[in-house]
């Protein structure tokens, strides 16, 4: 489509499968199939459809299970991440942060 893509997409993108990747990716715009996602560390696992919502519950709880200090340490990993995106919110809406819900993702 010939579209930028924000720099806060861009910097997620190379956190989840390295800036090599994250560039081939990015200025093709590729659309990736499920074992290419895998591949490439998009995604962690592929699961049958049936199995989607069984496979969702069961990573839920063992992610509650663990201490807080691994969200606290994900909070502190995605913080570059959540300050581009707070940026480009108030560039675009006048809006201060991307709130607990985006640093949640």
């Not at 715009?29 to 895998?38: D, M, R």
């Not at 340490?73 to 985006?102: H, I």
């Amino acid at each position: 489509m010939g579209l930028t893509p924000p720099a806060w997409l861009l910097e997620m993108c190379a956190r989840a499968v390295g800036n090599r990747q994250a560039e081939r990716l990015m200025q093709q715009g590729l659309l990736l199939g499920a074992e290419e996602a895998l591949r490439v560390g998009f995604v962690d696992e592929i699961v049958a459809h049936e199995q989607l919502l069984h496979s969702a519950v069961a990573r839920a709880v063992a992610l509650v299970a663990l201490p807080s200090a691994r969200a606290e340490t994900k909070l502190m990993q995605r913080e570059p991440v959540v300050a581009l995106a707070d940026s480009a919110l108030a560039q675009l809406f006048g809006r201060a942060s991307a709130g607990p819900n985006f640093r949640a993702l």
